[in-house]
């Protein structure tokens, strides 16, 4: 890597985590509870999320008791049925990884932290004839869309993201939600979530089915709402990948600038 990358990587890296990694981070939070560093945060479904901007000058000893602490923080709400704790790899964290499998904490595979500049993904993608891209609004539409997601990811189909979907655009919080489509038929979704306060708008929920994967469809529908970020004023584009995405999104002009992963514990 030469020295001109490593820089644009570290700025990158500071503005998520300058302006990422605060309430801007949860808008949907019913509660956020400041312990220490942490921001211990409840959502609607009995969720706890537990997230930082980083964990300060924190020592292995004094991790080892916020970690039970937070805990005992969420065990005290009869409404929360699991907690999610969500590390950076970057972050200065000494015995964070011991205490959270101590208490009960299971990890999810590590993803990567992408970072980019939204103008260097809106370019133009040829598409293969007869695939169309738009913005979808209508509840048939979500529906779909939300059945082609649970398909791909192979998990059941089910009425639960689609009902999320639909009361966040009666909310009006900025999501877009956008599909590539073949006569008719969502071969590929995605949504777009402007972070209100920030230069960012995050991509996320990318599916494609397995027939029309490798023809440069995503990354036609990551350039779609990359343009439509840079007309509501973002600039920064971020997601968090798995690695079947990253290469597609190193592709479209996003840079790992770090990992992340997920601890989950439940009642």
């Given at each position: ?10 700025g990158l890296l500071a503005a998520y985590d300058e302006q990422l990694r605060t309430d801007a ?162 071969v590929t979704a995605g949504r777009l979530e402007p972070v209100r306060g920030t230069n960012f708008a995050g991509i996320w929920g990318g599916a494609t089915r397995e027939e029309w994967r ?54």
């Open positions: 890597m030469t020295h001109d990358e490593s820089s644009k990587i570290a981070e949860t808008p949907s939070a019913i509660k956020v509870t400041q312990h220490g560093p942490l921001r211990l945060v409840t959502f609607m479904n009995g969720r706890g999320f537990v997230t930082y901007q980083n964990l300060g000058v924190a020592n292995k000893d004094t991790i080892r008791r916020l970690v039970p602490e937070v805990l005992a923080y969420y065990r005290a709400d009869a409404e929360i049925n699991r907690v999610e704790w969500k590390t950076r790899g970057h972050d200065k964290a000494p015995g964070l990884h011991d205490a959270l499998l101590e208490n009960n904490f299971i990890p999810d595979e590590p993803e990567s932290i992408m970072v980019g500049e939204a103008a260097a993904l809106a370019v133009d993608v040829p598409l293969p004839e007869g695939v169309t891209l738009r913005r979808v609004t209508e509840e048939s539409d979500v529906r779909a869309m939300s059945t082609m997601q649970d398909e791909v990811f192979g998990d059941p189909v089910s009425n639960d993201m689609a009902n999320a979907l639909l009361r966040r655009l009666c909310a009006g919080d900025g999501m877009e939600l956008w599909v590539g489509e073949v006569e008719g038929q969502i490798g023809r440069g469809i995503y990354r036609a529908l990551t350039a779609a709402r990359a343009r439509s970020a840079l007309d509501i004023g973002k600039t920064l584009i971020h997601s968090d990948s798995t690695e079947y995405s990253r290469p597609i999104l190193e592709r479209s002009g996003l840079l790992k600038v770090s990992t992340t992963t997920p601890y989950h514990w439940r009642r």
